[in-house]
Antibody, heavy 125, light 108 residues
């Protein structure tokens, strides 16, 4: 079915950088687009961004565009989230998740079907 | 607008039926997926497309959509269904994804 395991979380001061990794196993990683989703303490889910299966394009939420580039290494089955210029409001649990889609009645039906356990990132002075 | 709006909370008696709604302009053009999240856990996919469920999801969970509103109905609510529920879809550009504001379901 597949598994995702995040790593790299921790406590970091505002303005500094941190890189999260997401190791994939049990499925053909290079054939799926991947996403990052975050959840601030006591808040709802927020989509952060996505990277295509081949890494050729990425899309980002306005809140992180220009600060959080997403990349992947398909030879190692690893997804990355480079978090730069961190702010206290970036404090959250960060999840990686697999993009899955199918065609239903002629339209694309998307979903996030596999999730990691989450990596905790705390931005504080 | 790219916002997806959900009622913050709903209560339902054990064994009864509850419908959770998600409203947004983009839902007129894109399907909605639904997720269940329990405290301390990652979200879990419940429904996608036109009332499709992943393997292992009980058929008491069903999704539907009409116009700018998508719904998740839980028929015969169980105690273990107490959780937060989120909808997700594409935004109006089609390139970004957006989550609903979330609904906390309490089972009485």
């Amino acid at each position: 079915q597949g598994q995702l395991v995040e790593s790299g979380g921790g406590v970091v001061r505002p303005g500094r950088s941190l890189r999260l990794s997401c190791a994939a196993s049990g499925f053909s990683f290079s054939t799926y687009a991947m996403h990052w989703v975050r959840q601030a303490p006591g808040k709802g889910l927020e989509w952060v961004g996505l990277i295509s299966n081949d890494g050729n394009y990425q899309y980002y939420a306005d809140s992180v565009r220009g600060r959080f580039p997403i990349s992947r290494d398909n030879s190692k089955n690893i997804l990355y989230l480079q978090m730069n210029s961190l702010r206290p409001e970036d404090t959250a649990v960060y999840y990686c998740t697999r993009d899955w889609f199918t065609m239903v009645r002629g339209m694309t039906a998307d979903a996030f079907d596999i999730w990691g356990q989450g990596a905790v990132v705390t931005v504080s002075s | 607008s790219s916002d997806l709006t959900q009622d913050p909370a709903v209560s339902v008696a054990l064994g009864q039926t509850v419908r959770i709604t998600c409203q947004g302009d983009s839902l007129r053009n894109y399907y909605t997926s639904w997720y269940q999240q329990k405290p301390g856990q990652a979200p879990k996919l419940l429904s996608y497309g036109y009332n499709h469920r992943p393997s292992g999801i009980p058929d008491r969970f069903s999704g539907s959509s009409s116009g700018n509103t998508a719904s998740l109905t839980i028929t015969g609510v169980q105690a273990e269904d107490e959780a937060d529920y989120y909808c997700n879809s594409r935004d109006s550009s089609g390139n970004h994804r957006v989550f609903g504001t979330g609904t906390k379901v309490t089972v009485l």
